[in-house]
């Protein structure tokens, strides 16, 4: 099965702007074939393919005055740009036929230049040695390995979020890692006041941090309607925020994978209630308080670690 492994990295300021300049590559490739796409299907002609796609945005477009600074990059992401965008089309055309379960998808966006950036490397985009990773024309980057790698990754996505910070995440096949069976099974009913009600009767509350800190948001957010857009302290106003809403982020994910680990090693069957999320989120009234408390990536990460150590997982129908 495949697994992620996420790393902070530091790159130089020289790597920053490197980095800069790969991301709005990569981004403009991406919105101007989506938005050929979409020109294509309000005319009605066929969509091209994805190689056609990427001869046209990449190739031909390195040729070209207004686009031939796609060159000074490297060609991976662009190509890998392209094939995420493909692959967003495919499961948003099943999902339209009822063929994909789950909730619907959308169609694709563009991306915004705030935005989180990304940039997806294959094998021949990047290379391991020692406490370095190294980027086709960005250099070596040091990384502070917080833990070790299983096995060889098969690609790298760098990652600049909103708050400025700079991440790596591999992709590694690794093998399940079955726990020994136990005997002991439990049923978990999720709700507000408390996260989690055990079927033993035991309650499990979480820390809800955008509770504690709606104040302080709602302070910055005031701060930052002030400002005037594009200005400089409009952009600090906004790091500001996006520091914050990351913090609030990282604390809930933090607990819902200490919580979903705690349950996967204590028990061999875990009962969960089918929660329709999407329209519960629809009361303006429960809204927040819902997204506060991740149930729907409590799930994930509980189906992720159940098919990684052997473990039994049901979700019951309502």
């Known amino acids: 099965m495949k697994a992620g492994y996420k790393y902070r990295i530091y790159p130089t300021p020289k790597q920053q702007m490197a980095l800069a300049k790969l991301f709005g590559c990569v981004r403009v490739v991406w919105n101007d074939a989506l938005a050929f796409c979409i020109n294509q299907y309000k005319t009605g002609e066929k969509k091209l393919k994805n190689a056609e796609l990427q001869k046209q945005f990449i190739t031909q477009a390195k040729r070209r005055l207004e686009r031939s600074w796609l060159s000074e990059v490297s060609c991976v992401p ?21 063929q994909r379960k789950g909730r619907p998808f959308k169609p694709p966006r563009f991306k915004r230049r705030h935005a989180k950036q990304s940039a997806r490397f294959t094998q021949r985009g990047f290379s391991l040695s020692n406490d370095c990773l190294k980027i086709a024309k960005i250099g070596k980057v040091k990384i502070p390995w917080s833990r070790s790698l299983p096995a060889k990754p098969t ?13 790596v995440s591999f992709v590694v096949e690794i093998v399940p890692e079955i726990l020994p069976k136990i005997e002991n099974s439990v049923g978990i009913d999720l709700g507000i006041a408390s996260f989690a009600t055990l079927d033993d009767g035991s309650k499990i509350d979480a820390p809800k941090p955008l509770k504690k800190r709606i ?23 906004r790091r500001r925020k996006a520091k914050l809403q990351a913090k609030l982020k990282d604390t809930r994910t933090d607990f819902l994978h200490k919580l979903s680990t705690q349950i996967i090693r204590e028990n061999q069957t875990i009962v969960l209630e089918d929660l329709n999320v999407a329209a519960m989120m629809k009361n ?3 809204s927040r308080a819902i997204s506060d408390l991740g149930w729907r990536q409590f799930r994930n990460y509980l189906e992720g670690k159940a098919q990684k150590y052997g473990r039994q997982l049901r979700v019951n129908q309502q």
């Not at 392209?82 to 999902?95: G, I, M, R, V």
């Not at 104040?215 to 600090?236: M, P």
């Open 78 to 98: 662009l190509q890998q740009s392209l094939n995420d965008l493909e692959q967003a089309y495919q499961n948003f055309f099943k999902s339209c036929k009822g």
């Open 155 to 167: 690609s790298a996505t760098v990652i600049k979020d909103t708050a400025g910070k700079y991440f």
């Open 215 to 237: 104040n302080r948001l709602r302070r910055l957010d005031k701060n930052l309607s002030r400002r005037n857009r594009g200005s400089k302290r409009y952009e600090l106003a």
């Open 284 to 286: 303006r009234k429960l």
